[in-house]
């Protein structure tokens, strides 16, 4: 089944990020992808401008995203994943995933658990935090079966929460994000990225948001598809917006736990639950 992550540069108006959505959407159905993914922040990038009024934004754009995010998935007859910020009754808003059947039904709605608290950000500032973790759920195509489990960004610096999905059958974990520029940076997100797929020998699709900010460095790209095996088979620069697509299949997990039985070969049991 042919996925596409997708890699852009939101801006601060809602009404820019989602025609651009259009775009990029039509441009991935082209690649004849199945899952397309859009990244963290598509709805509205987080700047000053934003921050300052997040709720206000919420309130005012999060519906329309979502109904986009329907529409472009009954559009071109494949799953859709996007993130935004959903209004919640206490006023700061969650920092949300999505994902859309192509019948314009949600397969998964998954609000962030784990906000930035890190390199002297605060999201809790402005973003209130999920509670639960974060789903799994079915795609099909095909005579082709995948099971993927959602997270977003920070998410990927805690390795229980993706070995979470894992127990609850995923096979494909999807990573949204805008992974902030910094010193080693760069080469955090490459070995998160890589070592989530590997202990967990499964698949590993990751979407991220390039630049957004000062000479478009504020944000470090390098959307990826990573195999079983921890190898990088698709992906995109630092720099460049754009689609990278690869051939994800179960047969490939199925193998490479064949020749890797870790999953198996594990004594210890995990209890998760959210604190």
């Known amino acids: 089944m042919k996925i596409a992550t997708i890699q852009l540069?939101?801006?601060?108006?809602?009404?820019?990020?989602?025609?651009?959505m259009r775009v990029r959407a039509a441009e991935a159905a082209a690649t004849g992808a199945r899952v397309?993914?859009?990244?963290?922040?598509?709805?509205?990038?987080?700047?000053s401008v934003t921050v300052d009024a997040l709720s206000e934004v919420a309130a005012e754009w999060w519906?329309?995203?979502?109904?986009?995010?329907?529409?472009?998935?009954?559009?071109?007859?494949a799953v859709v994943i996007a993130a935004g910020f959903e209004p919640s009754p206490d006023g700061l808003p969650f920092n949300t995933v999505i994902a859309v059947g192509p019948g314009g039904?949600?397969?998964?709605?998954?609000?962030?658990?784990?906000?930035?608290?890190?390199?002297?950000?605060?999201?809790?500032?402005?973003?209130r935090a999920g509670t639960e973790l974060p789903p799994v759920f079915d795609v099909k195509h095909d005579g082709e079966t995948l099971r993927l489990?959602?997270?977003?960004?920070?998410?990927?610096?805690?390795?229980?929460?993706?070995?979470?999905?894992?127990?609850?059958?995923?096979?494909?974990?999807?990573?949204?994000?805008?992974?902030?520029?910094?010193?080693?940076?760069?080469a955090h997100w490459?070995?998160?990225?890589?070592?989530?797929?590997?202990?967990?020998?499964?698949?590993?699709?990751?979407?991220?948001?390039?630049?957004?900010g000062p000479r478009n460095a504020a944000t470090v790209g390098l959307s990826r598809i990573v195999d079983p095996l921890g190898e990088v088979v698709a992906g995109l620069g630092p720099r460049e917006e754009g689609i990278a697509v690869?051939?994800?299949?179960?047969?490939?997990?199925?193998?490479?736990?064949?020749?890797?039985?870790?999953?198996?070969?594990?004594?210890?049991?995990?209890?998760?639950?959210?604190n």
């Not at 397309?36 to 700047?47: D, G």
């Not at 990927?156 to 902030?180: K, Q, T, Y």
């Not at 890589?194 to 202990?199: M, S």
Request: charged share 20%.
């Open 9 to 20: 540069t939101p801006t601060t108006d809602p009404r820019e990020n989602l025609a651009q």
């Open 149 to 186: 489990g959602l997270a977003n960004c920070y998410d990927i610096r805690f390795p229980e929460m993706f070995r979470s999905l894992v127990d609850r059958g995923a096979n494909v974990c999807v990573v949204v994000a805008a992974w902030a520029s910094g010193p080693g940076k760069e």
């Open 36 to 47: 397309m993914v859009f990244p963290e922040q598509t709805m509205v990038l987080l700047q």
């Open 105 to 127: 039904e949600e397969l998964a709605r998954y609000r962030k658990l784990h906000l930035y608290e890190a390199f002297s950000q605060s999201e809790s500032a402005h973003t």
């Open 246 to 274: 690869a051939d994800v299949t179960s047969g490939a997990v199925d193998r490479a736990r064949g020749v890797l039985p870790a999953l198996a070969n594990r004594r210890i049991t995990l209890d998760y639950r959210v």
């Open 63 to 77: 519906e329309a995203f979502a109904a986009l995010t329907s529409e472009l998935a009954v559009e071109h007859d």
């Open 190 to 212: 490459s070995l998160l990225t890589q070592t989530r797929a590997l202990e967990n020998v499964s698949w590993l699709v990751a979407s991220a948001v390039v630049g957004g």
